[in-house]
DNA sequence: GGTGTGGCAGTGGCTCAGCCACCCGTGACC
DNA sequence: GGTCACGGGTGGCTGAGCCACTGCCACACC
């Protein structure tokens, strides 16, 4: 078993991770002022330009506001931010890991119909490549990123640049939990077995059976996931706070 | 008539704009290594510190990537970047943004389903409140702004907040340019009229009417603003310029 | 009393110089 | 031939300092 990789975290990684639970904790909540960055830095112990650099990154990516004499402000992220914010939510919580595999089945039959009636016959032949390298993965870690593989060539087989886009967002949410989340792709065969109809069906040219077959297949890889995530109990999977 | 109101731009916002566009321009390609910092701000005119919350920026908008002791890599962003990158591609080229339109299309569409299947009595409420403020809307700017309130209301009464977040995103890319896609808009009334199939089917709880209607909508929204895009004489829509 | 204005205190923007931590190629050493 | 120490080059972070912007309030003026 190859030993755990610990991601070198820099102290403005760190910082900007603990600005962002006080953020999305609702320490800082929307609408308010943070405290004046001097002081912020002395609260953190670090320096104010350490500390802006955290906040800079914070602010590309929607939570906060900054204005020159006026102050940092937290924004409302479920009111301007984007999709990007995913990953940080989905790595939080349960709850926005479930809606975010809804959201990828429904775009993922989406993607699947498009890519049925667009992809050209270098897409379907690596399609096909790709579906195989799933089947001869050596483990689950190496089937389910084989896996991505597969879904990032449907969504550039739309033709569409933005679904790959989408489709990269949503794997980022995905990928830093996955780990969590090998049961669909411990037997590697199995998993590419239930993957073959939508390649079979997007080669084929078929929009209707591609869609249909990435419904069923998104919708059977959801269950097993997320029934392999939740407590035996049976906690509720989705419930939207608020 | 209003003065043209300058955004300010910090020098941090000048130098990131220009670093991002000599990396799509490809000045700086994919895989390859930036020159180490001190040179780059030497070249740019800037203190490191500067540089490095402009390279901080977009290292985390995907388009880069650093490593301590090595230096900071282009990264492939149709690869790993996700759909926050978006606002920036689409106000540098059409071609960008007509494909943000086609997939706000299709995701409009399973929105207007879900929204019908789930929304409560207080959304239909509000979704008609915000219908009748488009109806209502004094000019085009205004009716345009709020079309994009429905939208974001319908992606709320889905339930799922993802939706919410992925039409931020898609409305991120496509609000800095709206100026020039008003054509739809310019008459209260008639974009009123023309989004009221929509939320009526929402409200009434009809999913197969309300995917219909959005697709109707969204689809003679996109054909007149695409059209307004293009001078008469018809230049190809999407020429990325060089 | 109302109005305008100048100054001031507080805030973020940016610079500067410097040291630290990390990676890697090189060459001495075993 | 393999190992390891070292140095050059790179990004990470610091601390102090000054500049630019905003809002407010006391003051002078009408």
């Avoid at 590309?60 to 995913?86: C, E, K, M, P």
């Avoid at 065969?189 to 390649?199: D, K, Y």
């Avoid at 249909?212 to 890889?221: F, G, K, P, Q, V």
């Amino acid at each position: 078993m190859p030993v755990e990789i610990i991601a070198r975290q820099s102290v403005v990684d760190v910082l900007e991770h603990r600005l962002r639970e006080d953020i999305l904790d609702g320490t800082h909540g929307p609408g308010e002022l943070l405290p004046p960055e001097r002081e912020l830095a002395a609260g953190y112990g670090v320096t104010r330009t350490t500390l802006k650099h955290a906040l800079s990154r914070l602010e590309q990516a929607g939570l906060l506001s900054t204005r020159h004499g006026i102050g940092t402000r937290v924004r409302d992220f479920l009111r301007v931010g984007g999709a990007d914010l995913l990953p940080m939510l989905a790595a939080r919580d349960n709850g926005w890991l479930a809606e975010v595999f809804e959201v990828r089945g429904h775009i993922g039959a989406l993607i699947a119909r498009r890519a049925a009636g667009r992809r050209t016959v270098r897409q379907a032949r690596r399609l096909a490549e790709l579906l195989e390298a799933v089947a001869q993965a050596p483990d689950g870690d190496a089937a389910q990123l084989a896996d991505v593989e597969v879904h990032r060539e449907l969504a550039r087989a739309t033709g569409n640049r933005v679904y790959l886009l989408l489709t990269n967002t949503l794997f980022n949410a995905y990928l830093p939990v996955r780990a969590a989340l090998r049961a669909p792709f411990e037997d590697p065969a199995e998993a590419a077995a239930r993957l073959a109809p939508v390649v079979r069906a997007v080669a084929d040219g078929l929009p209707d059976e591609a869609e249909a077959a990435a419904t069923r297949y998104l919708r059977a890889t959801e269950k097993i996931m997320l029934g392999s995530l939740l407590p035996p109990g049976g906690a509720r999977p989705a419930a939207p706070r608020a």
